[in-house]
Structure formats: structure tokens, C-alpha cells
Antibody, heavy 121, light 107 residues
């Protein structure tokens, strides 16, 4: 079965960077785009960006451009999300989510368990 | 960005009730709309995609209607496991966006 397993919780200071991993299994890794969605405490869902594990193409929401990177490692079937210049309002649960369709626009048929990132001085 | 407005934000109901959640888009999303269910401490779970297609395993008591700018998710015969937050998501226009959610709570 499809599984997306994310790395553990992180606590970071403002201005730092965080890198979260999402290990995929149970399907052909390079055949599906991987998206990242975040959820601030008690809030709704916010799409951040997407990476094509087959080639590494990315696309990001405007508000994250310049401080967000996403990569994929086909040897370990893992995607990574790297967010820089962290602010307190980046405190959120970060989810990887598999896109059912190719490209930047898709619904998400499988989700990781989430990674809590806390940004605090 | 396309704004999705869900109503109500909180819906109080009892087991066995029939409830309907509305999702209105600021512009047409044709049928590129999905619905998710999220329970506390868990990631969202896909229920419906492309406006009307049920994800494998989604209970038949979940039904949908609508297209364009107005969509409805109806839960018939509400079950205890249905108390959760429901989100709509559009993927017609970049960037994909979500509604703010509707919490279905015990009356």
C-alpha cells in the first residue's frame, strides 16, 4: 500500500532553515508529483509547492518563492522540503501529499502523517 | 487566487442526521474540486475528487452535487466517525486553494 512517512518534529529559531523528508513506498516513485501543504495551529490548509521526482522540476506558491526548495532522491524514494528564513508564522504542521495528476494542479490521494515545525526564539 | 468560502463554519448535528456543507468559489472551477475529511491529529483524507467522483473506500453516505462556483457535500445518516472537519479544494487555477473548513460537531 502507498505510504508517505515524514521526518520528526523540529524546533527552529527565527531566521533558521528547516528540511523535512518524506519517504515514499508502495508505488512507482517517479510516476507521481509530490506536493507540500501546511496547516498552522487550528487553521486551514495552505498549498506550498510541488516537485516532480522524475527530473526535479518544481513550482511554488508565490509567497514562498525565494525561500522554498524541494528535491527528490530516486535512490531512496524520498522527497525533501527546505524552507529558509523561518518566521514565527511558519509554525505549522507540514504535510507531503501525493498528487493524483501530473503538474502543479491536482487533488491529493495520499498524505504523510505531518511534521510539526515550531519557530520560536 | 480563487477564494473558496465554506458554510457553515461549524455545523452541530446528531447521529443519524443529514447535513450539507456548501463550498462557493470566487470564480468557476468547472469540476476541479475535491473534498477532504480531517480528524484531530491526522492528515486530511480524500473523499471526493473531480467534483463528483468518490475516492475508493469513501462511504456511500457521502454525496456531492454542484459545478462551476457552487458545490455541496451531503452526509446522510451521520455516523459517529463522521464528526470531523471537512475541506474543499480547487485545482482549476494555479495556485490550488482550500476552503477554511467546516467542523461537524456533536450537537
Amino acid at each position: 500500500q502507498v505510504q508517505l512517512v515524514q521526518s520528526g518534529a523540529e524546533v527552529k529559531k527565527p531566521g533558521a532553515s528547516v528540511k523535512i523528508s518524506c519517504a515514499a513506498s508502495g508505488y512507482t516513485f517517479v510516476s507521481y508529483y509530490m506536493h507540500w501543504v501546511r496547516q498552522a495551529p487550528g487553521q486551514g490548509l495552505e498549498w506550498m509547492g510541488v516537485v516532480n521526482p522524475n527530473g526535479g522540476d518544481t513550482d511554488f506558491a508565490q509567497e514562498f518563492k525565494g525561500r522554498l526548495a524541494m528535491t527528490g532522491d530516486t535512490s531512496t524514494q524520498t522527497v525533501y522540503m527546505d524552507l529558509r528564513s523561518l518566521r514565527s508564522d511558519d509554525t505549522a504542521i507540514y504535510y507531503c501529499a501525493r498528487g493524483a495528476y501530473d503538474g502543479s494542479l491536482s487533488h491529493f490521494d495520499h498524505w504523510g502523517q505531518g511534521t510539526l515545525v515550531t519557530v520560536s526564539s | 487566487d480563487i477564494q473558496l468560502t465554506q458554510s457553515p463554519s461549524i455545523l452541530s448535528a446528531s447521529v443519524g442526521d443529514r447535513v450539507t456543507i456548501t463550498c462557493r468559489a470566487s470564480q468557476s472551477v468547472t469540476n476541479w474540486l475535491a473534498w477532504y475529511q480531517q480528524k484531530p491529529g491526522k492528515p486530511p483524507k480524500l473523499l471526493i475528487y473531480k467534483a463528483s467522483i468518490s475516492e475508493t473506500g469513501a462511504p456511500s453516505r457521502f454525496s456531492v452535487s454542484g459545478s462551476g462556483t457552487e458545490f455541496f457535500l451531503t452526509i446522510s445518516n451521520l455516523q459517529p466517525e463522521d464528526f470531523a472537519i471537512y475541506y474543499c479544494q480547487q485545482y482549476e487555477t494555479f495556485p490550488g486553494t482550500f476552503g477554511r473548513g467546516t467542523k461537524v460537531e456533536v450537537k
